[in-house]
């Protein structure tokens, strides 16, 4: 059985870093497009990196410049580096994959992803 399991997320202060971590079993996802996701209690959930098959990323400008998405195939697990965080960042973020290899431009489309971790929580403090 295919599952994707979060790990990392935690509580910080602004400006902080924090890393989350997204581990495949049952299937080497990191072989084919994987993303970060993230919600705000109330709000809908927004695709803020992607990584597909040999790497190619994808982000959203929100992160952009601050976040860092890169993956492990031996250990089938996808990080998200966190920098420079704002309050504006907490949110449950969730990991997702799915079996096209290339992202594209619907890799922020959560109904593009097939597979979904349960979520892990990052909250940041002002």
């Known amino acids: 059985q295919n599952y994707l399991a979060e790990s990392g997320g935690g509580s910080v202060e602004a400006g902080g870093s924090l890393r989350v971590s997204c581990e495949a079993t049952?299937?080497?996802?990191?072989?084919?497009?994987m993303a970060w996701f993230r919600q705000v209690v109330g709000g809908k959930r927004d695709g803020i990196a992607a990584?597909?098959?040999?790497?190619?990323?994808h982000y959203a400008d929100s992160v952009k410049g601050r976040f860092t998405i890169s993956k492990d195939n031996a250990k089938r697990t996808m990080y998200l580096e966190m920098t420079s965080l704002e309050p504006e960042d907490t949110a449950m973020y969730y990991c997702?994959?799915?079996?096209?290899?290339?992202?594209?431009?619907?890799?922020?489309?959560?109904?593009?992803?097939?597979?979904w971790g349960q979520g892990t929580q990052v909250t940041v403090s002002s």
């Open positions: 049952g299937y080497p996802a990191t072989d084919y497009c």
């Open positions: 990584i597909d098959r040999i790497g190619r990323t």
């Open positions: 997702a994959a799915d079996t096209r290899y290339w992202c594209g431009d619907g890799w922020n489309s959560e109904t593009a992803f097939d597979d």
